[in-house]
């Protein structure tokens, strides 16, 4: 599936434009045509520097961190309830997942 149009569903659709994003310089990020999106939606693109304390593997961190959330909500099976009573699965509590 195209990069933008994952980037248009998944996070423009969802949290709105971002102010800037920052990109360990892959080449999916630094195309024309990625180049031309931000500058019609006025987002800055800035690069992380190569083994930065900072950004190196950040992205790695909150991928592992949002996967040990979504194991602790499958591991009471496909559904369960909560103290309400509402019945969820983890397709339901994925949103609040990405906010975490």
């Not at 800055?44 to 790695?60: R, V």
Request: proline letters at 3%; glycine letters at 6%; one cysteine or more.
């Amino acid at each position: 599936m195209d990069t933008a149009l994952l980037f248009w569903n998944n996070i423009i659709s969802t949290h709105g434009v971002p102010k800037i994003i920052i990109s360990d310089r892959d080449p999916k990020f630094t195309s024309e045509f990625w180049t031309n999106l931000y500058d019609m939606l006025g987002t800055k693109l800035a690069f992380s520097t190569a083994y930065h304390a900072q950004t190196d593997g950040l992205a790695e961190r909150i991928i592992q961190k949002m996967e040990d959330i979504l194991r602790g909500c499958c591991a009471y099976g496909m559904e369960y309830k909560d103290n309400e009573g509402y019945t969820h699965d983890w397709v339901t509590l994925l949103p609040a997942v990405q906010l975490a």
